[in-house]
């Protein structure tokens, strides 16, 4: 089946430490994003990107860094420039011609 | 930017029960979806609706768009109904794709 694999579920990080968070699609999209989640709180885009090896900024991207060098990869590293990472992170997809999204499950990043 | 609303922030049903969601945007839109976030947090996308009305099942939504809102129905609720409902748009002038969410409805049915 096809779909999107966030990796890991959970993920813990100590101060001033870098984490990267992956994200994978099976389905062949073009566009992919990253969101972030605090609680009681929508969804904000932290970063995108439209096709390989172009992303573009979000409204929060301080402290966040991505890349794009495989269609089906688009891993997020948040840096210890990101001062409050506690956060739920939601990696989703969109084919070019279409509209609907594809999320991921998610990874709950916690900082230790 | 473009802003969305969602009321109400919190609603709690007794299973059978129906209701309304409404999500209100600032500016003409040519995207619109909802979303349903399940306790585990994952999002599954439960209609695209940029105008006018659509139905799935006890789901039903629709939108007016030169009214600059749009409403989700839930009829006959089930406990597994419950987690947070999202409403997300992108405005006529974005070139990105990229959609704004609102804060969400978290609908809570008791059995």
């Known amino acids: 089946d096809g779909g999107i694999t966030q990796s890991p579920k959970y993920l813990f990080r100590k101060e001033g430490q870098n984490v990267t968070l992956s994200c994978e699609q099976n389905l062949n999209h073009d566009a992919m994003y990253w969101y972030r989640q605090d609680p009681g709180q929508g969804l904000r885009l932290i970063y995108y990107?439209?096709?390989?090896?172009?992303?573009q900024k979000g409204d929060i991207a301080e402290g966040y860094s991505v890349s794009r060098e495989k269609k089906e990869s688009f891993p997020l590293t948040v840096t210890s420039a990101q001062k409050n990472p506690t956060a739920f992170y939601l990696c989703?997809?969109?084919?070019?011609?279409?509209?609907?999204?594809?999320f991921g499950s998610g990874t709950r990043l916690t900082v230790v | 930017g473009i802003q969305v609303e969602q009321s109400p922030p919190d609603l709690i049903l007794q299973e059978g029960a129906n209701s309304t969601l409404r999500c209100n945007f600032s500016d003409s839109v040519n995207n619109l979806q909802w979303f349903h976030q399940n306790p585990w947090g994952q999002l599954i996308n439960l209609f695209y609706?940029?105008?006018g009305t659509k139905q799935n099942g006890r789901l039903s939504a629709t939108t007016v768009a030169t009214e600059r809102y749009s409403l989700l129905y839930i009829s006959s609720s089930q406990t597994t109904d419950s987690g947070v409902y999202f409403c997300a748009v992108r405005d006529s002038g974005a070139g990105s794709y990229q959609l704004t969410f609102g804060k969400g409805t978290k609908l809570s049915v008791i059995p």
């Open positions: 990107s439209q096709i390989v090896n172009d992303f």
């Open positions: 609706i940029p105008s």
């Open positions: 989703a997809s969109r084919h070019s011609q279409g509209y609907g999204y594809t």
